[in-house]
């Protein structure tokens, strides 16, 4: 078995990670919705809305972490690299 390459099981765990919370995000506002409904009825305000909302902003963010730029997480090492190769390049 070959040993596992860290960077890929972040982008990994991330990935594994955004699929859990965003099966969370559509339970849990199926049954805000459903609340709503059976309760206030089609009629009044959309309350759940500002949920589906806000919690959305979050779940995009997990998304764009893990699908579109992965790497961007691992921004402390890259600075920390950069600033490496500049001390070397100072010496």
Not at 42 to 61: Q, S
Request: cysteine-free; glycine content about 6%; proline content about 4%.
């Amino acid at each position: 078995m070959q040993p596992r390459d860290e960077k890929l099981w972040k982008v990994a765990k991330r990935r594994a990670h955004f699929q859990r919370d965003l099966m969370s995000y559509f339970f849990t506002n199926a049954i805000l919705i459903a609340i709503w409904y059976f309760t206030s009825g089609p009629h009044n305000h959309f309350w759940p809305g500002w949920v589906l909302f806000f919690w959305g902003i979050g779940v995009a963010t997990q998304y764009y972490r893990a699908y579109i730029r992965p790497d961007d997480a691992d921004l402390a090492e890259q600075e920390y690299q950069k600033l490496l190769e500049e001390k070397q390049k100072g010496l």
